[in-house]
């Protein structure tokens, strides 16, 4: 246990970010020098609150079954190596889930049945970033080589947490992504502010070191067909996400300045970075409209305040959540509560109980405006409050509405796999799809979802990877494809 009273003395605290007023000036992650070091000053005493609980629920919140209480005590120690150690045990990339996870670990935590529970992710992330600069991050790459070769599909956190696994167990990997640069969501969907992309850079740089071969600009289903790759690799793994973006089918639709919001954040996210963006969407000088009150509807309006918006609404069709546990999802399930991201605080508005009705346009056939109505679902239906519609500026219009599943043309129909009832590709219990050889990880089959479970994903993945090619394995297992998270 670490301090057996730090529940009892220190309250919960977390690392103070940047004003907004410096911050929305730059793309630098929110945090001054970084979230890991913002937190040095504190996070041995946060460590310390831990209880090292007989039944450490804060295992089951997490998907990976990172051993929390041990890392706690490790921090609290000062050892600051052992503490990687036992959290790489588990975790392939605590530089992304400390990040980017929303931390179901901590909303089943104990400590949080009636106090603050523990910074369980604020600890992980203190720990990778102390273990980057202290060199304890180092190769694995593998005693021997199995001769097996094996293609993963997708560069996202479930595709490099299974390519990383079985280029460890030594088979030879190829990690194939269409986009220019490895790193699926992570390198072009997450905004700097909230990830810079040199922690991604730092770790595929381990992957190479290790073996991992990584093929950028292959759009596989095109140039390299499934049938070639089944021919080329002794196994397949699937990792290519869930990317067919959510629409909202309503008049008005078809008018300019509408857009997924994976059209606009990638766009920006090169700018950021250097690159030049021909024709890019951007929300300077407009009125913005972002549909979707998620973790993406929070990185449009981060980026859209960072690019100098006239206004920002966010509109969500859900009422506004309760700041407290509501009693019908009780501990140790996670809530749906009222939270307030680094964005929120910045800037925009955000707005409930909401429908957009139909898309207003101006002369130019552009979006000017966006009627929406108030409503609440009765019975299990969306209604609409008669007498409530309105209209709101609206001249860059943002879906941020969450993907309905994986896209089928090319490669997933070239596979000939088969899909489930909600249009992802099936599995098995070992992750297999319908054709032998062919594994699924991730979003592609677990529908969209978090980084956290498309790690475990990945690393489930890679176990039943290596079983088939080679008749057992030593990797760990943390999930099954039916699990999924506690809720009531």
């Not at 039944?55 to 990976?64: A, E, M, R, S």
């Amino acid at each position: 246990m670490a301090d057996p009273k730090g529940f009892l003395k220190e309250g919960r605290e977390v690392a103070t970010r940047r004003p907004v007023d410096e911050r929305v000036k730059d793309w630098n992650e929110v945090y001054p020098d970084g979230i890991g070091r913002a937190l040095l000053p504190i996070i041995s005493k946060q460590a310390g609150r831990c209880m090292d609980c007989g039944i450490p629920f804060c295992h089951q919140g997490c998907p990976l079954g990172n051993i929390i209480p041990e890392w706690n005590d490790l921090v609290w120690r000062d050892d600051w190596e052992g503490a990687i150690e036992r959290l790489h045990a588990t975790n392939n990339f605590p530089e992304f889930t400390g990040r980017l996870c929303p931390a179901p670990c901590e909303t089943a935590c104990v400590l949080g049945i009636n106090q603050d529970p523990v910074t369980i992710k604020n600890v992980e992330v203190s720990i990778i970033d102390r273990a980057w600069e202290s060199g304890y991050v180092r190769p694995q790459p593998p005693e021997w080589l199995s001769g097996r070769t094996v293609a993963v599909i997708g560069s996202g956190p479930a595709g490099l947490a299974a390519a990383q696994q079985l280029t460890r167990a030594g088979h030879t990997v190829a990690v194939y992504e269409r986009a220019d640069k490895i790193g699926g969501l992570l390198r072009y969907g997450i905004p700097e502010f909230k990830m810079e992309k040199k922690h991604l850079d730092k770790r595929l740089d381990q992957m190479r070191r290790e073996g991992t071969v990584f093929r950028a600009g292959v759009n596989v289903g095109e140039e390299l067909t499934g049938a070639k790759l089944r021919e080329r690799y002794d196994a397949v793994v699937l990792a290519m996400g869930a990317t067919e973006a959510r629409d909202l089918p309503v008049p008005g639709r078809e008018l300019g300045g509408i857009h997924q919001a994976m059209e606009f954040l990638p766009q920006a996210n090169r700018v950021s970075l250097g690159e030049e963006v021909e024709g890019q969407i951007t929300a300077t000088g407009k009125h913005v409209v972002i549909i979707g009150g998620g973790d993406t509807g929070a990185d449009c309006l981060g980026t859209s305040t960072r690019q100098g918006a006239a206004s920002i609404t966010q509109l969500e069709i859900l009422p506004e959540p309760p700041t407290e546990r509501p009693a019908g999802q009780p501990w140790p399930t996670y809530p749906m509560t009222f939270r307030v991201s680094s964005a929120h605080e910045e800037a925009g508005e955000r707005v409930y109980a909401v429908s957009t009705q139909e898309f207003l346009g101006d002369e130019d056939g552009n979006v000017r405006a966006l009627r929406l109505v108030e409503v609440s679902f009765e019975g299990g239906k969306l209604v609409e409050h008669e007498g409530t519609e309105r209209e709101i500026p609206a001249e860059l219009v943002l879906f941020a509405m969450g993907f309905t599943g994986p896209e089928k043309p090319g490669l997933v129909e070239q596979l000939e796999v088969d899909l489930d009832e909600r249009g992802n590709v099936a599995r098995d219990n070992g992750y297999m799809s319908s054709v032998p050889g062919v594994f699924v990880a991730g979003d592609v089959g677990r529908g969209q979802s978090l980084i956290v479970w498309a790690i475990a994903e990945g690393r489930a993945a890679a176990a039943a990877v290596d079983t088939f090619l080679t008749g057992s394995t030593t990797l760990p297992a943390p999930i099954p494809p039916t699990a999924r998270p506690l809720v009531v």
